[in-house]
């Protein structure tokens, strides 16, 4: 079974930089669209950043101008480059996926297990 698989999560201070990178684990036959969503302690998921594989971006307010979504759409790769990070960064970051297995499934929403990043001194 395709999951996606995100790494670079970690520990930053404030200001810091941290880049994420997300990939399907197997063979797909299409992508639609990629993000990264996020949800800190006691609060819902909220949509951090989208790209479709045309380049159409989309931000959260709170991260415009500090991080920057981008693809390798020949690798299936979605990466989240974030700068100046800040405390209130500080969440599990989830990737998704809108893809196609087969040339007879249909586009479906796929989620990775989430890395961490935690911002702080």
């Known amino acids: 079974q395709v999951q996606l698989v995100e790494s670079g999560g970690g520990l930053v201070q404030p200001g810091g930089s941290l880049r994420l990178s997300c990939a399907p684990s197997?063979?797909?036959?299409?992508?639609?669209?990629m993000g990264w969503y996020r949800q800190a302690p006691g609060k819902q998921r909220e949509l951090v950043a989208t790209?479709?594989?045309?380049?159409?971006?989309k931000y959260a307010d709170s991260v415009k101008g500090r991080f920057t979504i981008s693809s390798d759409n020949a690798k299936n790769t979605v990466y989240l480059q974030m700068n100046s990070l800040k405390p209130e960064d500080t969440a599990v970051y989830y990737c998704?996926?809108?893809?196609?297995?087969?040339?007879?499934?249909?586009?479906?929403?796929?989620w990775g297990q989430g890395t961490q990043v935690t911002v702080s001194s």
């Open positions: 998704n996926a809108a893809m196609m297995l087969s040339r007879t499934a249909t586009y479906e929403a796929y």
């Open positions: 790209i479709t594989t045309g380049g159409s971006t």
């Open positions: 197997g063979s797909i036959f299409s992508i639609y669209a």
